[in-house]
């Protein structure tokens, strides 16, 4: 999925502009899937800081180096039905971020209550498919997504954000305030021995924290005329393949409504629908069960619903807390 990622950004630029934000358990593969990218801008987190301090330290990092240099943010989980409008529409949002302050994020058209995602509050509307923003709301609860979708004018925030260099930092330097000065100094020993050193030492004091609730939350309480913030319907085949619901859901895309999706060596299915299970290992059986999600691992099983397959994170949570990080 990384490498369909960066296949679509190729005709829009060239690899040594790409940055890869990852981890040290990922990293090493990554570099042999994308042998084009420099290996040093595959920046390697020494501790998992969220989204905030990620991009951030791009930013900052560009900002020495270009500071009107738009930047997209590119969540290497997603699929992309029309790639050429998906360009078409990027092009669009680099157009809007050059021309000033402004952050442009690719908005979704809900096509459920999901509280898994973001959503965001349209108001006036510039032209075709272009919104100011009035609100970020972070993940609601099943009541709130229900009203957004009902309401008409909210959209799926995407994770897909452009905007320069220069803007981001200084977005970061007034809504994230104490963090910015620890990716500022990082920044500015980037290319230099002691990098490694900065970087090992100063960003596990960064705060654990989002993009949207660092900067687009406080951004947006400006009000639609003051924020910059401008939403672009993204109505290019979206989907988000980071919960087991929208797994389940690429996958039986186009077919019989309520199919299992099964992932093992044979299965038999009576009475169930909607199921996604996967024990590539083993034969699987599906008797009057309905819209579950199975994960069998080597040292692990999941079994959720694909309602509550968003709640994955808590068990993550649960796992870091109790010192079980060999299950994560």
Request: hydrophobic share 40%; net charge negative.
């Amino acid at each position: 999925m990384i490498q369909k990622t960066v296949e679509r950004l190729l005709p829009l630029s060239k690899e040594p502009f790409f940055w890869i934000i990852t981890n040290e358990f990922v990293a090493e593969e990554i570099q042999r899937q994308l042998p084009a990218i420099p290996p040093r801008q595959i920046v390697i987190e020494p501790e998992p800081r969220n989204t905030a301090p990620a991009i951030g330290l791009a930013a900052f990092v560009l900002e020495r180096m270009s500071p009107d240099a738009i930047i997209g943010m590119f969540p290497a989980d997603h699929v992309i039905a029309d790639e050429k409008k998906f360009r078409k529409l990027l092009q669009r949002a680099v157009e809007i971020a050059a021309r000033g302050e402004n952050i442009v994020v690719m908005g979704i058209q809900p096509g459920r209550a999901e509280t898994g995602y973001g959503y965001i509050e349209t108001g006036e509307s510039m032209d075709s498919g272009l919104f100011h923003v009035k609100r970020f709301t972070e993940k609601p609860n099943q009541q709130k997504a229900e009203e957004f979708v009902t309401a008409g004018n909210y959209y799926w925030n995407s994770g897909m954000f452009v905007w320069s260099a220069r803007t981001l930092a200084n977005a970061l330097r007034e809504h994230l305030s104490e963090t910015a000065p620890y990716l500022e100094q990082i920044a500015a020993a980037w290319g230099k021995r002691d990098f490694k050193k900065k970087f090992d030492e100063l960003y596990p004091r960064c705060e654990n924290i989002s993009i949207d609730y660092a900067v687009l939350e406080p951004r947006s309480a400006k009000g639609q005329h003051s924020s910059n913030l401008f939403c672009l319907k993204a109505d290019f085949g979206w989907n988000d393949l980071g919960s087991w619901a929208a797994l389940y859901e690429h996958h039986a895309a186009g077919k019989d409504n309520g199919r299992n999706v099964v992932e093992g060596k044979d299965h038999f299915a009576l009475h169930a629908k909607g199921n996604y299970i996967y024990a590539p290992k083993k034969f699987v059986a599906a008797v009057g069960v309905n819209d579950l999600v199975v994960v069998e691992t080597e040292d692990a099983i999941l079994v959720t619903t694909r309602e509550h397959s968003q709640d994955v994170g808590k068990i993550v949570k649960y796992l870091n807390e109790k010192k079980m990080t060999d299950l994560v």
